[in-house]
């Protein structure tokens, strides 16, 4: 585990440490693992060429859902679906709380079919219009978002992470994933009750920065 650790630690702490961006975080750890793998002996042609071949699957598909993501952030102003529903919440003077915990089921069921990317594209273009309506902060709605989308990927039925879980550990049955990953879901879910009681937790560090 030693080296999963250094590579974790350089990669976080570079980034919180201001050394380098997210993104090149990103490419930092790939050269670290490359460089632990050759290291350890295991850098083979053909280990390497089956990284290249889902390096590549992966990214394309990446693509493709930003693609279509652009597509239908452009399709929904053109329509003007976007002001419409805007508009629509603005006339039914709708609590803001309600609002978001549609928002928050919503994330819950789309957990079920899509990844984070696909939820991120597919839904922010109308969700930050209706939440800047609403007059509620965008750096508290980002943090309430990431934990919805992080509570949404371990739930049943899907949690795609959990079978993500599943193809490293084949011989650990799902439900036993499942209930793994249960008190998690529940820390989780306290922590969005807390988020929506005490909305201030979220906003205090962002608040010393200025």
């Known amino acids: ?8 630690a350089i990669v976080l702490g570079g980034i919180y440490g201001d050394v380098f961006t997210p993104t090149e975080a990103s490419a930092v750890g ?3 693992v490359t460089i632990v793998t050759a290291a350890m002996g295991r850098l083979t042609w053909p280990v390497l060429r ?8 992966i990214s394309s598909m990446i693509f493709a859902i930003i693609t ?7 399709f929904m102003v053109h329509t003007g679906i976007t002001s419409g529903i ?14 978001l915990i549609f928002i928050a089921i919503m ?3 789309l957990g079920c079919i899509l990844d984070t990317f696909g939820m991120l594209i597919l839904t922010l273009p109308f ?9 509620v902060d965008k750096v508290w709605f980002g943090i309430f978002i990431t934990m919805m989308i992080e509570l949404a990927l371990i739930t049943p039925p899907v949690g795609l992470n959990v079978f993500v879980l599943r193809r490293v ?41 200025n």
């Open 50 to 57: 089956d990284a290249l071949h889902q390096t590549g699957v």
């Open 127 to 135: 969700v930050i219009p209706v939440i800047v309506a609403l007059g």
């Open 68 to 74: 279509g993501g652009v597509m239908f952030a452009r």
């Open 169 to 209: 550990a084949i011989s650990v049955p799902v439900g036993e994933i499942f209930r793994g990953a249960a008190p998690f879901v529940v820390l989780i879910a306290l922590n969005v009750a807390v988020l929506f009681l005490w909305p201030g937790l979220a906003l205090w560090l962002p608040s010393q920065m």
């Open 30 to 32: 790939a050269a670290g």
């Open 86 to 99: 805007v508009a629509f919440i603005g006339r039914a003077s709708a609590d803001p709380v309600i609002v």
């Open 107 to 109: 994330y819950l069921v």
């Open 1 to 8: 585990m030693l080296p999963i650790i250094v590579i974790f």
